[in-house]
């Protein structure tokens, strides 16, 4: 965590808030996820209710499938032949 969140004290009390609320969401998280968080200066002032729901709207983009994304395998596309090396003699 930043030093700019705030002294070590405070920095403590976010780290602790912060991993008391994703304690009791990690079971939204698809198994042997990992997950980052990191927090802001604001974090330093802000109500455990505005922590909470600023993490549960950061899960909610993170586990909302996306259209247009990368499919988990890649299609198979033909490959072109491959041009003879017509340097040698």
């Known amino acids: 965590m930043s030093k700019a ?3 070590a004290v405070v920095r403590n009390k976010v780290k602790r808030r912060l991993r008391h609320l994703v304690r ?30 600023d993490l549960d709207a950061a899960l909610r983009r993170l586990l909302t499938p996306r259209g247009g994304g990368r499919p988990d395998t890649a299609p198979t596309r033909p490959v ?10």
């Open 80 to 89: 072109p032949a491959a041009e003879p090396d017509r340097s040698a003699p």
């Open 5 to 7: 969140v705030g002294p």
């Open 24 to 53: 009791e969401r990690l079971d939204r998280l698809p198994a042997g996820s990992l997950l980052v968080v990191r927090a802001l200066p604001p974090a330093a002032d802000g109500d455990v209710t505005v922590l909470a729901e």
